[in-house]
C-alpha cells in the first residue's frame, strides 16, 4: 500500500536532485530545467497531502504552480537566449557582470 | 473699516510687486498715492467717528480672526482705535500720502521696474506701520514692528548697487535685532507677569499694583522694552545705524528715518504709558538717555557737512526730547512732539531732498550756496521747518519743545532741563547753519547747468507740510497762551495712567512762562549764533574751527562711536567667528563628523561589497543556505 509517506520521501527526493542539480550543473537551460523538478517536487506533496485530508485546496494550489512555472519558463528561456547571443555562452559563471 | 485702512497700501504693495514690471510710471506712481490717499481718507472718517463719541468710550475696535490660541495664551488679530492711535494713523496716512506724492516727481529718473519697486516698499511700509499702531496687544505690533524694519532696510538699500547703501541697510537690520531681541524678551516678561498680552488687560493689571519703589520685575520688563525702543528709535546705545540710513532715497528718509518709523519707540512707550509709570527706575533711565541722546546727535549735527547727515542726527536728537518727554512722565507731551515733528522734520528732508534734486545728487554743504533765488519754494518752505525745529514762537516745534522742557522742569530734573535748552540751543545753531550754508551766500559751484525748482508733486508736497508745520502746533497751544491743551486732553485716556507724577500739582504759571521766554531767547539766541558764523563773518567759522580743532575732529568722527563699536564688538566677534566658529568648530567638528560618517560608510562598504560576487550560483546558494537555517530554526523550537 502506498501511503502518505511514500509520496512524501519521493518529493523530498526530487526535491534533492532538483537543488543539487541548480549547484553543480554549469548549463542555464539545465538549471532551468532543475528549477521544474524543484517546482514539481513541491507540486506533488501539495497534490499527496491534499488527498490525504480530502481536500481540493492542494490542486487547486498546483494549478497556480504550474501557471507561474510556465510563465517563468517562458520568461526564463527568453533572458537565456539573450544572454547566450550577448556571450555565445551559456554558464552562468561567466555572467558576473553585476558585482563590485 | 480699520482693517481696510491698513489693507488698503497692502492691496497698492500687491499690484506694484507683482504688476509693477508691466505697469508705467504713471500707473504705479497713481496706484501707490491712490492707496495712501483711500487710506488717509479712511483714517480721517475713522477718527471722525471716534472724535464724535462721548470721552469715555472713545475706541474702536475691530476682531478680524483668532491669530494664535494655545492654552492660556491667545493673540487675536485685533485692532484698535483709541485717541493716541488715531493721532498715528492721521501722521502716518496724512504725511505718507504727501511723500508718495512728492516720491513720484523725485524718483522720476528710475526706470519703471525700480520705480514700482519703490513704490511696492512704500505701500508695504505703510501697511506695516499701521498694523504697528493699530494692534491692540504686543504680538500684532510686534509683526509691524519687524515689518517696518524690512521696508526700512529693503528702502536704505534700495540703491543696492551701491555699496555703501547696501552696508547702510544690513547695519540698520542688524542694529535693530540687537534692540528686537530686548523687546521680544520684555514681552515675554510681560506675558509671564500679567498672564496676557494685550495693551488694555496689561495697563488694568498692572493699574491694580502699588509702583515699584526699587528695581524689580517691572523696571526689568519695562527696561527691556525700552531697549526695543532704543533700537528702533535710534536712541543711545543703538543709534549708530540712522545716520547711515541716509544712503537711501531721500523720501524714504523723510516718511521712515523722521516722520513715523522712528517714533515707533515713543509710540509703544506711550501705548504702555501705565506700565512705564508703574516703573519709576525705568522711565528714569528713559529720561536721561533721552537727554543725552538730544544733546549727543546736537553736538555731531554742528559740523556734518552732508546735508541729510545734519538732518540725520537733527532727528535723533528729537527723538531724544521725545524719550525725555516719555521719561518725566509727560506722555502727552512727547506724542506731541512727536506729531509736530513729523511735520517739519518730514518737510526738512523733503527740502533738502528737492536741493539734491536741483543739484543733481550734490549733498556736500561746502559745495551748495546761494541757491535761495533758484529754487524759491524750496528755500521759503525749509526756511519754516528751519523756524519750526528751531523753537521760533508760534510754529509747530516752539509748541511741543516748550511743553517738554517746562514738563521736565515741573518734575524736578534742572539737570536735564538745562540738556533740553543746550540743544534747543543747538538744534538753532545747526539749521541755520544748514540754511545759511545752503541757501544764502555765493554759489560755490558752477557746474549745475539745469538748476530747477521743485517740480509740481514736490511742491506741493513742501507747501502743504510747511503749512502743517505753521499750524500743526494749535492743536496743543497751553493754556497760558489762551490755548485749552487740547492735544493732551484728547490723549488722556489713551494712557490710563492713574498713578504720580503730579506735574501739574505745581502748575505755576509764572514758571511756565519764565521758562517760555528763556527758551524763546535761547531759540533766537541761536539762529544769531548761525547767522554771525555762516552769513556775516565766514572767517570766524573758520577761526573757531582752527581754534577748537581738537573737538572739532572729535565731532566730525562722531565721537568715534562706529570706531568703538568696530573694536569694541564687530572686530570681536569676526574674530571669534574666524579663527573660533569657522577654524574650529565648522572645519574640525562639523566637517570632520560630517566627512567622518562618510568615511565609516565607505570602509564599511569595502568590506561589506566583497560578498557581492555577481555569480548567480553563489546566490542561489546563500538563498538555499538562508531558507535552511530559518526553517531549521523553527525546527529546532
Known amino acids: 500500500m502506498v501511503g502518505l509517506n511514500h509520496y512524501l520521501v519521493l518529493s523530498g527526493v ?75 555562452s551559456l554558464n552562468p559563471d561567466s555572467f558576473t557582470g553585476l558585482r563590485w | 473699516m480699520l482693517l481696510l485702512i491698513l489693507l488698503l497700501p497692502f492691496a497698492g504693495f500687491l499690484i506694484n510687486s507683482t504688476q509693477g514690471r508691466r505697469l508705467s510710471k504713471g500707473v504705479s506712481g497713481a496706484v501707490a498715492c491712490g492707496a495712501m490717499i483711500g487710506s488717509f481718507l479712511l483714517s480721517a472718517v475713522s477718527v471722525w467717528r ?69 513704490f511696492s516698499y512704500l505701500n508695504l511700509f505703510a501697511a506695516f506701520m499701521l498694523t504697528l499702531v493699530l494692534g491692540s496687544n504686543f504680538l500684532i505690533m510686534f509683526v509691524g514692528w519687524e515689518g517696518v524694519g524690512l521696508c526700512s532696510y529693503l528702502l536704505i538699500g534700495f540703491w543696492y548697487e551701491k555699496k555703501s547703501a547696501s552696508d547702510a541697510g544690513k547695519k540698520a537690520f542688524i542694529v535693530n535685532r540687537v534692540g528686537d531681541f530686548g523687546f521680544v524678551l520684555g514681552v515675554f516678561l510681560a506675558f509671564v507677569q500679567f498672564g496676557t498680552i494685550d495693551f488694555q488687560e496689561i495697563a488694568h493689571a498692572v493699574n491694580a499694583m502699588g509702583a515699584e519703589a526699587t528695581f524689580g520685575t517691572l523696571s526689568l520688563m519695562t527696561l527691556l522694552l525700552f531697549v526695543g525702543a532704543t533700537g528702533k528709535s535710534a536712541q543711545i546705545p543703538l543709534y549708530v545705524w540712522l545716520p547711515d540710513a541716509m544712503e537711501g532715497p531721500t523720501p524714504v528718509s523723510a516718511l521712515i528715518h523722521a516722520a513715523t518709523m522712528v517714533t515707533a519707540g515713543v509710540y509703544m512707550i506711550g501705548r504702555n504709558a501705565a506700565l512705564f509709570s508703574h516703573a519709576p527706575q525705568t522711565l528714569e533711565i528713559v529720561a536721561i538717555v533721552g537727554a543725552a541722546t538730544a544733546l549727543m546727535a546736537g553736538t555731531i549735527g554742528l559740523v556734518q557737512n552732508d546735508i541729510k547727515r545734519v538732518l540725520a542726527y537733527s532727528t535723533v536728537s528729537q527723538l531724544g526730547y521725545m524719550f525725555l518727554a516719555m521719561g518725566v512722565g509727560a506722555f502727552a507731551g512727547g506724542i506731541f512732539h512727536l506729531y509736530t515733528h513729523a511735520f517739519f522734520k518730514a518737510l526738512l528732508f523733503l527740502g533738502s531732498g528737492a536741493v539734491i534734486h536741483a543739484l543733481a545728487g550734490e549733498q556736500d554743504l561746502r559745495r551748495m550756496g546761494g541757491l535761495k533765488r533758484e529754487l524759491p519754494i524750496t528755500y521759503w518752505t525749509f526756511l519754516v521747518g528751519a523756524l519750526a525745529i ?49 541757501f544764502h551766500g555765493e554759489r560755490h559751484s558752477h557746474d549745475h547747468h539745469h538748476l530747477h525748482d521743485a517740480p509740481a508733486p514736490m511742491a506741493v508736497a513742501l507747501i502743504a507740510l510747511a503749512a502743517g508745520s505753521v499750524v500743526a502746533g494749535y492743536a496743543g497751544l497751553p493754556a497760558i497762551l489762551g490755548g485749552g491743551d487740547w492735544f493732551a486732553t484728547f490723549l488722556e485716556p489713551s494712557f490710563h495712567v492713574e498713578i504720580g507724577h503730579e506735574a501739574s500739582a505745581l502748575d505755576a504759571h509764572g514758571l511756565e512762562m519764565t521758562l517760555m521766554v528763556i527758551s524763546i531767547g535761547v531759540a533766537l539766541a541761536g539762529i544769531a549764533i548761525a547767522a554771525y558764523f555762516f552769513l556775516t563773518r565766514p572767517a570766524a567759522a573758520d577761526a573757531m574751527a582752527e581754534r577748537f580743532a581738537g573737538p572739532r575732529r572729535v565731532l566730525s568722527n562722531k565721537y568715534y562711536v562706529d570706531e568703538i563699536y568696530d573694536a569694541a ?8 567667528s574666524r579663527e573660533g566658529l569657522w577654524k574650529v568648530v565648522d572645519a574640525t567638528l562639523i566637517d570632520g563628523t560630517v566627512n567622518g560618517v562618510g568615511r565609516l560608510v565607505a570602509g564599511a562598504a569595502d568590506v561589506i561589497k566583497r560578498t557581492q560576487t555577481g555569480s548567480v550560483r553563489a546566490y542561489a546558494a546563500s538563498l538555499f543556505f538562508g531558507v535552511v537555517a530559518v526553517l531549521g530554526y523553527y525546527l529546532w523550537q
Open chain 2, 569 to 576: 564688538i564687530v572686530q570681536p566677534i569676526q574674530i571669534v
Open chain 1, 14 to 88: 526530487l526535491f534533492s536532485i532538483g537543488t543539487a542539480g541548480v549547484f553543480v550543473r554549469r548549463n542555464l537551460i539545465t538549471i532551468l530545467l532543475s528549477i521544474e523538478i524543484m517546482l514539481n517536487a513541491v507540486n506533488l506533496t501539495f497534490v499527496a497531502f491534499g488527498r490525504a485530508l480530502g481536500s481540493a485546496d492542494g490542486q487547486i494550489m498546483v494549478f497556480f504552480v504550474m501557471t507561474v512555472a510556465a510563465a517563468e519558463a517562458a520568461v526564463g528561456l527568453a533572458i537565456v537566449i539573450s544572454l547566450f547571443r550577448h556571450k555565445e
Open chain 2, 50 to 118: 471716534l472724535v464724535a463719541m462721548p470721552v469715555e468710550e472713545r475706541a474702536i475696535v475691530q476682531t478680524v480672526f483668532t491669530w494664535i490660541a494655545s492654552g492660556d495664551f491667545t493673540a487675536p488679530f485685533t485692532l484698535r482705535l483709541d485717541p493716541l492711535s488715531s493721532v498715528m494713523i492721521l501722521v502716518i496716512t496724512g504725511i505718507g500720502s504727501l511723500i508718495h506724492i512728492y516720491s513720484t516727481a523725485y524718483m522720476h529718473e528710475e526706470r519703471d521696474p525700480e520705480y514700482a519697486r519703490y
Open chain 2, 390 to 438: 528751531a523753537g521760533v514762537p508760534g510754529l509747530a516745534g516752539f509748541f511741543s519743545k516748550d511743553e517738554i522742557l517746562y514738563r521736565t522742569y515741573a518734575a524736578g530734573h534742572p539737570l536735564l532741563w538745562t540738556m533740553g535748552l543746550v540743544t534747543a540751543l543747538l538744534t538753532a545753531v545747526y539749521m541755520f547753519r544748514l540754511v545759511f550754508l545752503a
